[in-house]
């Protein structure tokens, strides 16, 4: 079956280490994207990729490195100049809507939950 | 200013009852798109329903229907028959910018908490 696939679903980590958290694709998507959603809220995005080898900043894009060396796969590492990493992770790709002004619409993963004390 | 506001922190409804949550918008993109996302607490995001700014009719999917005021700025998500598997947040989004090219991000709502009461 055709989806994105994210791992672990369940991350801890101690304070000052990176951790790259996997994102897998098999829907032959050219855009990827990775969100971050802290309780209660609402999803904002932190980096997201139009093709491979090419990569945007997103609106929180501090403390976190993505690359795209493979359509496939768009890993997020979170560094340790992050200040609150500790937070619901959602990675997610896109495809033209056929039919409709060109809308793109986004497919999500399974979210990786990162916990670091 | 907020570019997606939800002013529904949590929502109820009784089974097999319609509701309406609320999204209003701000863009000043003649070209853009509206979607709806359901979350339910596993936290995987559910593609819902989408309208395009240009789009002349109200988008229907199923049970679900977007309510598209333009003028009004705003793209309301209408359940019909609620069933007790609704329950979940719900999320507003917008997607701003022409059609041509490449990926566009989606700016998301706080979301709606709904609540489906057996």
């Known amino acids: 079956d055709g989806g994105i696939t994210q791992s672990p679903k369940y991350l801890f980590r101690k304070e000052g280490q990176n951790v790259t958290l996997s994102c897998e694709q098999n829907?032959?998507?050219?855009?990827m994207y990775w969100y971050r959603q802290d309780p209660g809220q609402g999803l904002r995005l932190i980096y997201y990729?139009?093709?491979?080898?090419?990569?945007q900043k997103g609106d929180i894009a501090e403390g976190y490195s993505v690359s795209r060396e493979k359509k496939e796969s768009f890993p997020l590492t979170v560094t340790s100049a992050q200040k609150n990493p500790t937070a619901f992770y959602l990675c997610?790709?896109?495809?033209?809507?056929?039919?409709?002004?060109?809308?793109?619409?986004?497919?999500f993963g399974p979210g990786t939950r990162l916990t670091v004390t | 200013a907020q570019k997606i506001t939800q002013t529904q922190p949590g929502m109820f409804v009784q089974e097999k009852e319609a509701v309406t949550l609320d999204c209003t918008y701000d863009t000043s993109d003649q070209s853009y798109g509206l979607f709806w996302y359901k979350q339910p607490s596993s936290g995987e995001m559910i593609f819902l329903i989408y309208q395009g700014s240009y789009d002349e009719q109200n988008a229907t999917e199923g049970r679900y229907s977007l309510n598209f005021q333009k003028a009004r700025k705003s793209a309301n998500l209408v359940i019909s028959a609620s069933q007790l598997g609704d329950s979940a947040m719900y999320f507003c989004?917008?997607?701003?910018?022409?059609?041509?090219?490449?990926?566009?991000?989606?700016?998301f709502g706080s979301g709606t908490q709904l609540t489906v009461l057996p």
């Open positions: 829907l032959n998507h050219d855009a």
């Open positions: 989004a917008m997607r701003e910018g022409g059609s041509s090219g490449s990926a566009r991000q989606l700016t």
């Open positions: 990729s139009q093709i491979v080898n090419d990569f």
């Open positions: 997610a790709s896109s495809i033209r809507r056929t039919g409709t002004s060109g809308a793109y619409e986004q497919y």
